[in-house]
């Protein structure tokens, strides 16, 4: 029996189906582009709502849909989804049996499928058949997700997307929309062409992720501050990329040792491990995941509030989409990166192609422009939009590392003057990696006979491999020095501002993170937390009992809603983002009595007057205010009642660092004294390293007293000195 569809408008489906009564972003444009029968290449974040832009053609056409993607987990997800809201779907994979295979084509040819998922190797492979077999359906829309894969350009190629360039030879008549998460300006380009659609119009969403809050760490501790922020995050889903499958396993051990349960995932793994892994993941059986960057690709969860990278990505096209699995439901997320100058080493290696030259030196200038990124000074995410050719003109974006720290310049002119002198003596010929050396006195045979000889040689040894990366680099943003392609390789130039530097005597300045100021989180609805659970334990109960995902039930977003407005009536629930007639159906009697319950207890009435058609406004987190400040009072305060540091920093959910930062300004007002926080007998040895070493850097002090002090104590002590 075929599928008895009435035309309906794009908004109309929207609201019957997927529960929303506007549009996002360029959605509507897109599909009423596509409506029309154009072709069209789609570029938007994940998490922007991609799939809507041809699962609501899809409703209105009157034909089937293919949708070409490359993992199976991902279109199980996708599926799922989509009959859980009343939407036929289903897919043809090699993980079913010959008899699943045979009852899913008999529903295509019923007409009771409106949109079918294959993988690209289906759609080109055994001769031809399956191509010559949909010439004998009504196609009316061709889908191809993760459509970078087409391009040499983009992050992730894949040889059997090319063959996709039949669709269009094939079905000359038939719409293509091709969708990518992340794809830059010469990818884009590349993508209309290989798959035949070169007069493709392209559609391009802005790159911004407002709710994700981006930081780059170096990584010195990593996993003791990995295990500082799952404390702070209690409950919430995350996924920890590593670069090895051994350190996956040995982080995801530690971290279960260590109270947190956690679970490895890589291509190592039997496909059932792997498969029970997703799953658990997706039924939040187990919250966080520690994988390689295998995992992801095949997971659509609206809820993981965090993505870290233990190791550096190979691409900043990579990192954004791996960043990007986070928050999608348009909720905080953060994505954390721990970098380091070994990773980009590493990484080098795994970059060059055997007989592909031109293809080794694309993802070396990726992976040289993703290591520019790590140690920029700059706004985060100012850099990645800007990757992606969109303009970002905020000063302060409030939610990334560089934004949110306190920074300082020092003079650094010595620094700058050993560098620009290894650049010169070694005759403007090397790149970063072997100047680093030189400067650091290495003993590798690598290093030059001659260039072992030169006055710089050694003399930058007391600096860390990492830190003068960092120095390289600014001093390159800072037009100190100029960096130069050669074929795979780059070196390093003078330029005219170095000269002044050299043999001027010009002063250098370079920045030093001082403080983190911690952003601060607004509750944009105002939604009631006690009921928020409530209904989050309902929502499990359901998932559990039908065996889905509880996201696949209601999302967070749509419990906030229900928290905030407390519908009162089927009426009401209507309005409730993510509430279509499906829903309402399935779902809506058990939600609406927990709501009503909860406020006839508490005596509290219903808000939906206050409900706003379409999308709710968000607001951006903020930034805390500098100076004497209400917070460093509160720091002082419980202080002053006895709490050790420790303590005050896990009651405030603030780093250590900052409650430190905090009391050290109250040293340096009078208003603590220096032994309330340092023993008496310890202040001489630091005192002695500031005078040796300098107070413009903590980290060469601490290194100079070793173990026994810490980084507060120094601190502490800098503020003593500095108060006379």
Sequence with gaps: MGINFIFMSPKDVLKKYFGYEVF???????????????????????????????????????GITIVISPLIALMKDQVDGLNAIGIPATTLNSSMSNDEQRIII?????????????????LTGDGGRFLNYLQQLPVCLFAIDEAHCVSMWGHDFRPEYLQMALLKKTFPN???????????????????????????????????????????????????????????????????YALSRKSTETLAENLTED?????????????????????????????????????????????VRFVMHYNVPKNIESYYQETGRAGRDGLHSDAILYYSYGDITVLKNFASIENNPQQSD????????????????????????????????????????????????????VIAQKALSAVLRTEERFGINYLIDVLRGSKSEKIWKQHKEIKTYGIGADISKELWNVYFKELIDQQYLKR????NFSHLVLTEKSKDVLYRNEKVYLTQQEERIEAVEENVLGFDKELFEQLRFVRTELAAKEGVPPYLILGDVSLQELS????????????????GEIK????????LNIVKGYCEINRLHSKMDQKRSGKQKKVLSKIKPTGPSDTKKQTLYLFRAGKTITDIAAERSLAITTIEGHLSEFILSGEIKVTEIVEENKIPAIKLAIKNVGDQKLTPIKEFLGENYSFGEIRAVIAEMKRG
């Design 584 to 591: 309402i159906e399935k779902y809506g009697s058990q939600f």
């Design 362 to 413: 694309i993802l070396l200038k990726k992976l040289d422009k993703m290591a520019s990124f790590c140690s920029a000074n700059q706004c985060r995410r100012k850099m990645l939009m800007e990757y992606f050719n969109e303009e970002y003109t905020e000063n302060n974006c409030g939610s990334c590392d560089y934004c949110l720290s306190k920074r300082e310049t020092f003079d650094a002119t």
């Design 259 to 303: 109270g947190f349960p956690a679970a490895c995932y890589h291509a190592g793994l039997d496909a059932a491990t792997r498969a029970k892994v997703q799953e658990d993941f997706k039924k939040d059986k187990v919250k966080i995941i520690v994988a390689t960057i295998a995992f992801g690709m095949g997971i659509d969860k609206p809820d």
């Design 24 to 62: 996002r972003d360029t959605q509507e444009k897109i599909i009423d582009f596509v409506l029309k029968g154009n072709d069209a290449v789609v570029v938007m974040p994940t998490g922007g709502g991609k799939s809507v832009c041809f699962q609501v053609p899809a409703m209105i056409f009157p």
């Design 174 to 240: 038939v719409p293509i929309i091709a969708l990518t998460a992340s794809a830059d300006k010469i990818t884009r380009a590349d993508i209309a062409e290989k798959l035949g659609i070169p007069d493709a119009k392209i559609f391009i969403s802005s790159f911004n992720r407002p709710n994700i809050h981006y930081f780059i760490e170096r990584k010195k501790n990593a996993y003791g501050e990995i295990l500082e922020y799952l404390e702070k995050h209690k409950n919430v889903s995350g996924i920890i």
């Design 484 to 487: 130069i392609e050669d074929g």
């Design 564 to 579: 905030t407005f407390l519908p009162q009536n089927t009426s009401d629930l209507e309005k409730i983002s993510g509430f």
């Design 106 to 122: 008999n529903r295509i040819q019923n007409n009771e499928i409106k949109l079918l998922y294959i993988a690209p190797e289906r």
